[in-house]
């Protein structure tokens, strides 16, 4: 991976090597059963081309790093059969346009068109979340209220499609189970209570950064007494959370989450009743893709 890559990726908040199990695993998707036979067939071997990836929709760009990756990986491993040049033309987080373009890739022609689709899934998916995320964080601004991501992510790509949450403006909940705990109903059942499930959890990890999710005010206060300054609020009606809110001032430093059934025409109005975020999980397991595509400039022989 070529240096200015590296770089792209380290500036991003990515790890490298991440990223290269990622791409590398998607290259072999395509290049399992062999090479681009359609590619080979319909383009000289001495072709090149340039082209430019460019919006057909507006939104919020992510993925960049990635794509340049994809470019570098396909040339290392030699699935390219040829080097792919690739350069950013915006940063990852800017607002685009239809006919922005945002990134510029040549090579030989057979090369640049066997990985096109590869660069497209990774800047189409994660534009999309950033998208989607940025539409969140536009609707709730002014509210102090912030939009956050859940674990419901692809398998395999948690990390880059919470990157692209913050892409959009969003911030990230848990990346995993380790580096936090959240207290759900089955927890509380398995503890026998709310108060025994957080004293259970504290006991075992005091160091690890404790959230209880509530269903009811009741066991809102339940929680609040037993020390939760991390309040998940699943399902509640505004009204519910207005309380919730008004109890838990009493508490110094807690916060407090709305979740479930919250709707982009109504994030406003659940981020005024006082909360500090809303979790949406759709962010990353619904967000449609992004409208990208490759526009190539013409053939040098």
């Not at 790093?65 to 915006?90: F, K, M, N, S």
């Not at 992510?153 to 919470?162: A, I």
């Not at 990346?175 to 026998?192: E, F, Q, R, S």
Request: aromatic fraction near 2%.
């Amino acid at each position: 991976m070529r240096e200015q890559t590296a770089a792209a990726l380290r500036a991003a908040g990515l790890d490298a090597n991440d990223i290269k199990a990622a791409v590398l695993r998607a290259l072999e998707e395509d290049f399992r059963y062999g090479p681009d036979v359609t590619s080979a067939a319909t383009a000289g071997p001495e072709t090149t081309v340039a082209g430019q990836v460019v919006a057909r929709a507006g939104g919020v760009v992510a993925g960049l790093p990635v794509a340049l990756a994809v470019a570098d990986l396909a040339t290392e491993a030699g699935y390219a059969g040829g080097t792919i040049d690739a350069v950013a033309l915006r940063a990852d987080g800017d607002r685009i346009g239809p006919g922005d373009a945002v990134l510029r890739v040549s090579g030989p022609a057979a090369a640049v068109l066997g990985t096109e689709r590869t660069m497209l899934n990774f800047l189409t998916h994660l534009s999309g979340i950033a998208s989607s995320t940025r539409a969140w964080v536009d609707a709730v601004k002014g509210t102090g209220a912030a939009i956050r991501d859940t674990r419901k992510t692809t398998p395999g790509l948690r990390l880059l499609e919470k990157y692209a949450v913050r892409c959009g403006g969003g911030v990230n909940h848990r990346m995993g189970l380790g580096d936090a705990a959240l207290i759900k109903d089955n927890h509380v059942a398995a503890a026998g209570g709310v108060a025994k499930a957080i004293a259970a959890v504290v006991a075992h990890s005091p160091e690890v950064p404790l959230e209880v999710e509530c269903d009811t005010l009741a066991e809102v206060r339940e929680s609040l007494e037993a020390g939760a300054r991390f309040i998940l609020l699943d399902n509640m009606s505004s009204d519910e959370l207005r309380v919730a809110v008004a109890e838990a001032r009493s508490y110094p430093g807690v916060r407090l989450e709305a979740s479930g059934g919250l709707r982009l025409q109504t994030a406003r109005a659940v981020a005024e009743t006082g909360v500090d975020y809303l979790a949406v999980g759709a962010l990353t397991h619904s967000s449609p893709a992004l409208d990208l595509g490759l526009d190539l400039e013409g053939s040098i022989l």
